[in-house]
């Protein structure tokens, strides 16, 4: 089993940064691939970036690569470093975790991860 629980977001402007922090808890974190998600108003949940068990693979959505990083580390956290935002980048944001019995997999989808943090509203200003 695994909890998240997340920290950060905000307001902030355009052109702005954020960072948001993921804590995860249990003893096998080090198993576990990693992934953020958002979800904007009227629309579905959409993948934003994914890290491996071991960070050694970070992939991104198109939509953020060269402005988002996805990272973690030993004592159990992950973060996505969010700069130049854009207005569409508003969304609440969750991190996800799943079971990464082998590497070498990226995954994109909502349905391939088992747990969720409770989500933070980030919105950014024009």
């Known amino acids: 089993q695994v909890q998240l629980v997340q920290s950060g977001g905000g307001l902030v402007q355009a052109g702005g940064s954020l960072r948001l922090s993921c804590a995860a808890s249990g003893r096998t974190f080090s198993t576990y691939a990693m992934g953020w998600f958002r979800q904007a108003p009227g629309k579905e949940r959409e993948f934003v970036a994914g890290?491996?068990?071991?960070?050694?693979?970070t992939y991104y959505a198109d939509s953020v690569k060269g402005r988002f990083t996805i990272s973690r580390d030993i004592a159990k956290n992950v973060y996505l470093q969010m700069n130049s935002l854009k207005p569409e980048d508003t969304a609440v944001y969750y991190c996800a975790a799943r079971l990464e019995p082998y590497g070498g997999r990226f995954y994109y989808t909502q349905g391939e991860y088992d747990y969720w943090g409770q989500g933070t509203q980030v919105t950014v200003s024009s």
């Open positions: 890290i491996s068990r071991s960070g050694g693979n």
